[in-house]
């Protein structure tokens, strides 16, 4: 499995972005799909998940009810709607793939994409 994701950028704080991830190699729908954070000098954080046909999602405690997590079977694209950032929010957002759900941690994840900077300025 590939993923590539991007939409990443640089925006004020309280603006709205938009993050896709393009799986390749196994459709999406047999997937569930997650994304990370990593900010300089800190540990890869759990962002978001959400199950194999997008029902249930889950979110890491910094990021609910400003972020979602959603996906479009059809395009084999997952995306991460962020809402209200924050100039904590910056970081490098990575999204993974996995087999099955396992949880939040990043062992779990099978497949990983190469990031995409997210900078928000205060």
């Known amino acids: 499995v590939q993923l590539q994701a991007c939409g990443g950028g640089l925006v004020q704080a309280g603006d709205s972005l938009r993050l896709s991830c393009a799986a390749s190699?196994?459709?999406?729908?047999?997937?569930?799909m997650g994304w990370f954070r990593q900010a300089p000098g800190k540990e890869r954080e759990f962002v978001a998940a959400?199950?194999?046909?997008?029902?249930?999602?889950y979110y890491g405690d910094s990021v609910k009810g400003r972020f979602t997590i959603s996906r479009d079977n059809a395009k084999n694209t997952v995306y991460l709607q962020m809402n209200s950032l924050k100039p904590e929010d910056t970081a490098l957002y990575y999204c993974?793939?996995?087999?099955?759900?396992?949880?939040?941690?990043?062992?779990?994840?099978?497949?990983w994409g190469q990031g995409t900077q997210v900078t928000v300025s205060s």
């Open positions: 993974a793939a996995a087999n099955t759900f396992k949880g939040t941690m990043k062992s779990s994840y099978n497949y």
């Open positions: 190699g196994r459709t999406l729908s047999s997937l569930v």
């Open positions: 959400q199950g194999w046909s997008g029902g249930s999602a």
